[in-house]
């Protein structure tokens, strides 16, 4: 295990905190006595979904299924760092707790079990039901390890797998590979779901730089329908992870296809993102739409996150028809980094579940997201404030009114004119800055003086930056903070940035700046996540 000097830090300065000036109200002084420098388990997440040990990347294979939301991920249980890949499982009743479960699928003669997906076989498609239990049908990548180092280009291919027990165990088809190698060097992250307007299986299927869909009625008989990508949105790194669903835009009956395509390097602050495409599927191709087609070149900003720390993120199957949302999750870190990050025993976690959904604004369709609503039954004491005027630097959260190592943050702001920044600091010195940029119109992340940061150059070698879509005056925000992550869902959802940080000790202030003037804050409330379980 790396191990961090401490010496540099035996004692750690006493923090005064600034007076709120919000009429007569006096701050008393906050003072954040020295200890010892962070690590590990200290920066396990109090809510999001972390291994119990070891790496971690890619969410696979999520479906609902009576009451339960199934999470399976990439796995590897004996070591910190990327390995032979297995299928862990983590369970949930709500997205918010998560149980992990017994590793679900291992990897064998044929291969690593690289990223895939799980369906609901209701109607018995497969013929895998027996005794009246419905199959769940995993469909995954086998990855050779042996062909990859030979230098061969047939080393990765399509499987299947079932469940008769809700999950928890799986039989791999014998008849696999369900689609053998074509000869290109990244094939792989099948996306399934069920296509009821042309009632077929449809899968879309990560080739280099491409997308290729495939159509099936069964889950072992495969057909290639069509490729898309070539000349489309962003190519400075191999595609991954795509998925395609049909999606209602919100508040008409207009119904469209979004495509999420995660790519790597490439992203818009570099390294991991995922980008979207916007169109129609008829059953066979997927089209973008016309004005949607001259927007994204190269260079553009339609992305799920903007941050730095949402990667390979899918969305769940088999929801019911009367909950009706589009339910997302993501891994929360970077592959510039994911492998060098300050956590021994585990490494990395989940985002939060999202609900996302496609908007008209302003005559143009958006795809946002926002914090599954589930979250908010967990909402314990804090603060709430309205009607503030801001000026200069003020204090608006301390460890005496709030735990800010996990909580939802909410404010909305009157007239965004101005500049401002988030800061969140401690005894240490460590600051993580949050803000919006006035003369480029943008949001920001500054994590480069947020902790830990020496572990990789590549962590703090640029700040995050975010256009800022929304054109109105009024701005709101919501920012979860879990320990070592932060999610900002900016004028509702139009602009999310999450990221990771590794503070020397936890952030015990909350303060607002209005950089060029003073801004008016019509809300502000910071409320604790309680979840009554021990880390």
Partial sequence: MKKYLVAFFAIFSLITTQSCKEGDEKKSNNQVASSEIQEDEDFRPNFHFSPKENWMNDPNGMFYKDGTYHLYFQHYPDDNVWGPMHWGHATSKDMVKWEEQPIAIYPDSLGYIFSGSAVVDKNNTSGFAKDGKVP???????????????????????????????????????GNPV????????????????????????MSLAAGQEIIFY??????DWKELSRFGEGIGN????????DLFPLKVDGSGEEKWVLLVSINPGGPNEGSATQYFIGDFDGKTFKVDDDFKQNIEEEHDYWVDFGKDNYAGVTWSNIPDEDGRKLFLGWMSNWLYGQEVPTETWRSAMTIAREIKLIDYNGELRLISSPVRELNTYEDKGIAKSDLEVSGKILFADSSSVDLSSVIVRYSIDSLNDGYQIILENGSGDELVIGYEKDNNEFYVDRSNSGRTDFSEKFTNKISTAPRIDSSAIHNA???????SMEIFFDD?????TEIFFPKQPYTQLSIKAEDGSLKLNTFSAKNIHLQTDK
């Fill in 179 to 202: 689609i053998p190698s074509t000869g290109i060097k990244d094939f792989r992250d099948p996306k399934v779901s069920w296509d009821a307007e042309h009632k077929q299986w449809l």
């Fill in 493 to 497: 959802g139009k602009n999310v940035m």
């Fill in 235 to 242: 190519h400075n790194g191999v595609w991954e992870c795509p």
């Fill in 215 to 220: 159509s099936s009625k069964n889950l072992k």
């Fill in 136 to 174: 769940v049908v995993a469909i995954y990548t086998y990855h050779d390890m042996d062909g990859e180092k030979d230098g061969r280009l047939d080393y990765q291919y399509q499987a299947i797998a079932y469940s008769l027990d809700d999950g928890k165990t799986f039989t791999k088809y014998e």
């Fill in 478 to 484: 919501t920012l979860i903070l879990d320990a070592a």
